[in-house]
T-cell receptor, first 113, second 113 residues
Framework: DQQVKQNSPSLSVQEGRISILNCDYTNSMFDYFLWYKKYPAEGPTFLISISSIKDKNEDGRFTVFLNKSAKHLSLHIVPSQPGDSAVYFCAASGEEYGNKLVFGAGTILRVKS | DAGVTQSPTHLIKTRGQQVTLRCSPKSGHDTVSWYQQALGQGPQFIFQYYEEEERQRGNFPDRFSGHQFPNYSSELNVNALLLGDSALYLC????????????FGDGTRLSIL
């Protein structure tokens, strides 16, 4: 039972353009969402998060949008840079679930120069 | 400021053997969680340790056990290894059992022959 889904296994974007990564969840008890970036041979690195009381959070080139009614969130990267090429994981947590993170399967982002 | 450190980096075992993986949390963090990441999938929660006790557990058999020491470092033990236990094992730490974001180490790659 996949509670967090990233339906696009990969995404290719030209340098300087916008990258949009999508994530859907099924469990309405999730109230906190995070995006992690992972390079090969490294652990996931925290990027940005959003609480369910907000619909948008911005940090530099990264913006996360949350649509609770659709149970959907997205990560926008503007402008995309070659160094952004990595695997991006969406994760969700909820107070009822303690601190555990439920991850999607990830999306491979390739930024072409 | 030292981040989360894990050892060893790589490990090769045979079926039926036992293995111990180690993790030191980020400075200032007292809660450690363990995740298993199979190839092509997102990390899956194994369990969480806080105050030297297992606080939360995911859907993993009793062959997976852990320990947390007074200095907050942690071990993951897996007994009776199966081929399906081959994966990247990630340790994450946080400043409290409910604290986010969790910070991840670079993982231990376990291969079962």
């Amino acid at each position: 039972d996949q509670q967090v889904k990233q339906n696009s296994p990969s995404l290719s974007v030209q340098e300087g353009r916008i990258s949009i990564l999508n994530c859907d969840y099924t469990n309405s008890m999730f109230d906190y969402f995070l995006w992690y970036k992972k390079y090969p041979a490294e652990g996931p690195t925290f990027l940005i998060s959003i609480s369910s009381i907000k619909d948008k959070n911005e940090d530099g080139r990264f913006t996360v949008f949350l649509n609770k009614s659709a149970k959907h969130l997205s990560l926008h990267i503007v402008p995309s840079q070659p160094g952004d090429s990595a695997v991006y994981f969406c994760a969700a947590s909820g107070e009822e679930y303690g601190n555990k993170l439920v991850f999607g399967a990830g999306t491979i982002l390739r930024v072409k120069s | 400021d030292a981040g989360v450190t894990q050892s060893p980096t790589h490990l090769i075992k045979t079926r039926g053997q036992q293995v111990t993986l180690r993790c030191s949390p980020k400075s200032g963090h007292d809660t450690v969680s363990w995740y298993q990441q199979a190839l092509g999938q997102g990390p899956q929660f194994i369990f969480q340790y806080y105050e030297e006790e297992e606080r939360q557990r995911g859907n993993f058999p009793d062959r997976f056990s852990g320990h947390q020491f007074p200095n907050y470092s942690s071990e993951l033990n897996v007994n009776a290894l199966l081929l399906g236990d081959s994966a990247l094992y990630l340790c994450a730490s946080s400043w409290s059992p409910g604290g986010q974001p969790q910070h991840f180490g670079d993982g231990t790659r376990l291969s079962i022959l």
